[in-house]
T-cell receptor
Framework: NAGVTQTPKFQVLKTGQSMTLQCAQD?????MYWYRQDPGMGLRLIYY???????DKGEVPNGYNVSRLNKREFSLRLESAAPSQTSVYFC???????????????FGAGTRLSVL | GIQVEQSPPDLILQEGANSTLRCNFS?????LQWFHQNPWGQLINLFY???GTKQNGRLSATTVATERYSLLYISSSQTTDSGVYFC???????????FGKGTKLSVIP
């Protein structure tokens, strides 16, 4: 029962470097999400993908890009990392966005990212 | 905008005690979930509860949608219950889960 799998688990970057965070789900879900969690805070939505082929901005999209590679995979890219992007990143998926019970979201284990 | 407020922010319990965590939200509810974030950072689904009452072992939850609040009850607490409990909410017609800031629970032996 893998559920939502994120890689890598930890990453340290220098300011200006780029990297891609990977996320894959094996629950045949249509919708996928990327969140960030800063110390002492709840999670905030960066981007989401309601279905394969679509992506939309969430609450804090600046500095990020996403790709919905196929139904299983949704990646988050930092083109030029900044110290303000030091955070824990969570990927989530749900059966379907916007439809009551099918919007139950299931989360991966997170990626701890430090930008120096 | 949508607001989700959780109380109390911090809670320290003796093992075996009971507790009630509260979540107030600012709009009509489409989705409401409770999560436990364990000390290793993993988010664990506890309940999907946009209305009514559910129970799972020592945990139960109640949402009163008309009054815009949800409660999470923990009975006979154990040290493994320690961590942060988050309430997350989305309003009618919305996809976006808005998280509260959480309640940090510490259960001491």
């Amino acid at each position: 029962n893998a559920g939502v799998t994120q890689t890598p688990k930890f990453q340290v970057l220098k300011t200006g470097q780029s990297m891609t965070l990977q996320c894959a789900q094996d629950m045949n879900h249509n919708s996928m999400y990327w969140y960030r969690q800063d110390p002492g805070m709840g999670l905030r939505l960066i981007y989401y993908s309601a279905s394969e082929g679509t992506t939309d901005k969430g609450e804090v999209p600046n500095g990020y890009n996403v790709s919905r590679l196929n139904k299983r995979e949704f990646s988050l890219r930092l083109e030029s990392a900044a110290p303000s992007q030091t955070s824990v990143y969570f990927c989530a998926s749900s059966a379907q966005v916007g439809t009551a019970a099918k919007n139950i979201q299931y989360f991966g284990a997170g990626t701890r990212l430090s930008v120096l | 905008g949508i607001q989700v407020e959780q109380s109390p922010p911090d809670l320290i319990l003796q093992e075996g005690a009971n507790s009630t965590l509260r979540c107030n939200f600012s709009d009509s509810v489409n989705n409401l979930q409770w999560f436990h974030q364990n000390p290793w950072g993993q988010l664990i689904n506890l309940f999907y509860i946009p209305s009514g009452t559910k129970q799972n072992g020592r945990l139960s939850a109640t949402t009163v949608a008309t009054e815009r609040y949800s409660l999470l009850y923990i009975s006979s607490s154990q040290t493994t219950d320690s961590g942060v409990y988050f309430c997350a909410f989305s309003g009618a017609g919305s996809y976006q889960l808005t998280f509260g800031k959480g309640t940090k629970l510490s259960v001491i032996p």
